[in-house]
């Protein structure tokens, strides 16, 4: 089966440079999500995007911002980067949003490592 | 603003061991959710909890909920070495359009043989 596909996998970056996350959701799936974990860390909500409208957001700093295109993949970019942003950014997609009231399941991405030096 | 708490944070268990690991959260919500990650690993859907008195088992593991109590618990029954991960519970947030999941602090699992 399909799953959600991210790029790159790894990324290494220096600091106050720029990095772009891909995310390629499961077809047919119109909400991704975008989480970032921390070394140790669990999982912190950054954004998510249904129907390629901005639908919540977390804990996402202002130097971030994302966006879901027509064919419903997302990208995340980041600007500046600090030392702090090193982490593993998942992105995950579902079925339908909670309007719809169906069971939507989060199904995650293999991630993408980024280390800022 | 919802906090989600599990314990234990680290739990060694021998082969064939029965445990539960608990998952605590502080506001009202109706999705409860398990996952498995591996280390470096993305996050393995386990279980979906929609319901006060959900249950449900896959394999070695069974999950529950109790909304009233705002708990939910992931047993683990006869544990192997092919169990040893990270484990997460994260609940919707709710009010958004779509699933804003909180994720607790989670549970590394290690079994011994």
């Known amino acids: 089966a399909a799953g959600v596909i991210q790029s790159p996998r790894h990324l290494i970056k220096e600091k106050r440079e720029t990095a772009t996350l891909k995310c390629y959701p499961i077809?047919?799936?119109?909400?991704v999500y975008w989480y970032q974990q921390g070394p140790g860390q669990d999982p912190q909500f950054l954004i998510s995007?249904?129907?390629?409208?901005?639908?919540d957001k977390g804990s996402i700093p202002d130097r971030f911002s994302a966006q879901q295109f027509s064919d419903y993949h997302s990208e995340l970019n980041m600007s500046s980067l600090e030392l702090g942003d090193s982490a593993l950014y998942f992105c995950?997609?579902?079925?339908?949003?909670?309007?719809?009231?169906?069971?939507?399941?989060?199904?995650f991405g293999p991630g993408t490592r980024l280390t800022v030096l | 603003e919802l906090k989600v708490e599990q314990n234990p944070l680290f739990l060694s268990m021998q082969e064939g061991k029965n445990y539960t690991i608990y998952c605590n959260y502080s506001?009202?919500?109706?999705?409860l959710y398990w996952y498995r990650q591996d280390p470096g690993k993305s996050l393995e859907s386990l279980f979906v909890?929609?319901?006060?008195?959900a249950v449900k088992q896959e394999g070695r593991l069974m999950a529950s909920l109790d909304t009233k109590a705002r708990l939910s618990t992931l047993h683990i029954t006869a544990a192997v070495h092919d169990l040893s991960a990270t484990y997460f519970c994260?609940?919707?947030?709710?009010?958004?359009?779509?699933?804003?999941?909180?994720f607790g602090t989670g549970t590394l699992l290690a079994v011994q043989p």
């Open positions: 995950a997609s579902s079925p339908q949003s909670r309007l719809a009231g169906r069971t939507d399941t989060q199904y």
């Open positions: 077809p047919r799936h119109d909400t």
């Open positions: 995007f249904y129907e390629k409208m901005q639908s």
């Open positions: 506001t009202t919500s109706d999705r």
């Open positions: 909890l929609l319901s006060n008195g």
């Open positions: 994260a609940v919707d947030e709710g009010g958004g359009a779509t699933n804003k999941l909180i």
